[in-house]
């Protein structure tokens, strides 16, 4: 069975200043590691994805992940937030083979404030 | 850009009534799921779908949940007995073969009263 865990349930920062959000996972298997976004009363959108490869990935709006195996983490990062990335922050894992379900954190709400 | 789309996009019913949450997945996706999340708790996974089969389902898919492909291209949800504690936002989700992304629908707000 595989757990996703993000400890912190809310960051604040101020607008320009950087962000980390923490993901830790448990899986027996290889997974895939996925950053999902909630917008108010929106859906989830895929932020960005470790399949395998270089171990650091990017999304198109700055933000950027580091998969690290022996610290079992894929932690989010943006080195200068705008009031627009003020969303829910979903990390996920799924497994490599089979169907593949996502098993999800509990979320970080990112504020971000002038 | 194609999209999953969902319907209704909020549902409020009585306890014990039955309920049907539809889902238009991406056209050429194969792998279809749904999900839900009660207030200010996790995303969890209910259940996979593929080749007009269950592929997988979580504790939480019991006999009161069933899913569907009626048509080729609506994937649905129902729940025939629903309680409150179904009261969730219920996402429907799709995949392409031999593609790792999900993608995601805007979700039906369900509150059982």
């Known amino acids: 069975a595989q757990s996703v865990t993000q400890l912190d349930s809310q960051v604040p920062v101020f607008e320009e200043a950087p962000v980390e959000l923490r993901c830790n996972y448990s899986s027996s298997v290889s997974v895939y590691l996925f950053w999902y976004v909630q917008y108010p009363n929106q859906g989830l959108q895929l932020l960005l994805k470790?399949?395998?490869?270089?171990?650091l990935v990017e999304s198109i709006n700055g933000f950027e992940a580091e998969f690290n195996k022996s610290q079992t983490s894929f932690h989010l990062r943006k080195p200068s937030v705008h009031i627009s990335d003020t969303a829910e922050y979903f990390c996920a894992v799924s497994d490599v083979t089979g169907f593949q379900k996502l098993v999800f954190g509990t979320g970080t709400r990112l504020l971000v404030s002038p | 850009e194609p999209e999953v789309t969902q319907t209704p996009s909020h549902q409020v019913t009585q306890m014990g009534q039955e309920v049907i949450l539809r889902c238009v997945p991406i056209?050429?996706?194969?792998?279809f799921y749904w999900y839900r999340q009660i207030l200010g708790q996790k995303v969890e996974f209910l259940v996979s779908?593929?080749?007009?089969?269950?592929?997988?389902k979580s504790e939480i898919f019991d006999d009161q949940f069933s899913v569907e492909r009626p048509d080729g291209s609506n994937f649905t949800l129902k729940i025939r007995s629903t309680k409150l504690e179904d009261s969730a936002m219920y996402f429907c989700a799709s995949r392409a073969r031999g593609r790792e992304t999900q993608y995601f629908g805007p979700g039906t707000r369900l509150l059982v009263l």
């Open positions: 779908f593929y080749n007009n089969e269950i592929s997988e």
């Open positions: 056209s050429n996706h194969l792998y």
């Open positions: 470790y399949l395998s490869g270089s171990t």
